[in-house]
């Protein structure tokens, strides 16, 4: 998805809108969270949002032009959204029902160092010096904000289980971008999702529908429901495209460091409504994830490294020797 040369306007809205949408997920954290403790168990939440997202995305390109799509690219859809979709929201909102929203907002920051791991067995991407350094401050703070959590005697600090799956979802999304990476650019924002929702609702309802048959829905309060509606609405349809509308005019590197908005809305909000408590070794993790990550975010990429080697080697051509 090649981005767009901005002009000040279209820049403005673009860091407008990576903002906003890190800022709807920092928020969705404890919300989910909250809706989770207060009466939908996470397998109902992961369908409502799956079957939330699919219903959107698929009534918004009823309003766009018609993208067709090949059959062989219909059913290419169906493992990116096991990886990308099944495999992600199930780990993660799982895992966010088990562990602190703090806990799961942190471990979501360290995306992009299982995306350079990804690259460099798949897309064959170099790894630099720097890069490892990055993993290597990324893992550390990983293991100390487990340790924290397996030590801790307060469920609101965290629990070790809960940090692993939402850690398993990170993987599992980072494997879809180096997978499925050219199938993203190929379509538009809407389309991509509405095929990948529709096939993740058929994979999941054989696991999900008698949890969500089985709910009482009358006895789950007004607030519930609401917070519910966010995540779907908010969490999921808005906050994506308010992404990836983002990414078509700034740079990666830019839209990464804009993850760090997220912990830092959970962690307020998670502490004013009581469902979690923030230590020092959380904040010793936090440091150690951030600074992995922009190790690996501002590292250069293999055509960057390629690019540098050809100018270096452009003189030499333009000047032979005598």
Known sequence: MPFCKPNSQSALAAHFGIFSACLIWGLMA????????????????????????AALFWLSSLFLPREPVPLRDRLLFIPAAVFGLVCNQCCFIVGLSITSPIN??????????????????????????????????????????????????????GRVQGDLLVLAAQCSYALFLSL?????????????????????????????????????????AWQTW????????????????????????LRPTVVSVYNYVQPMVS?????????????????????????????????KSRAELEREKLLKQEPARSHPAI
């Open 267 to 299: 962690v307020m909000v998670s502490a004013l409504m009581g469902l979690s408590v923030f230590k020092a070794s959380q904040a010793l993790a936090v440091l150690l994830v951030f600074c992995g990550v922009w190790l690996v975010i501002t590292s």
């Open 226 to 249: 609401s917070e519910t509606a966010y995540v779907v609405l908010f969490g999921t349809y808005l906050g994506y495209i308010l992404l990836i509308r983002a990414q078509r005019v």
């Open 180 to 220: 499925f990476n050219h199938l993203v650019r190929k379509y538009s924002v809407v389309t991509v999702n509405k095929w990948m929702f529709l096939w993740g609702t058929l994979l999941i309802w054989p696991f999900t529908g008698q949890h969500v048959v089985a709910l009482e829905w009358r006895s789950v």
């Open 104 to 157: 799961a907002s942190i471990v979501t920051t360290s995306l992009p160092i299982f995306a350079m791991l990804f690259a460099f067995f798949i897309l064959k991407e170099p790894l630099t010096a720097k890069k490892c350094g990055g993993v290597a401050l990324g893992c550390l703070g990983a293991v100390t904000l487990i340790v924290t959590s397996a030590s801790a005697a307060d469920a609101r600090v």
């Open 30 to 53: 404890p919300l989910a969270k909250d809706a989770m403790i207060s009466g939908i168990d996470s397998v109902s939440m992961v369908f409502f949002r799956v079957l939330g997202g």
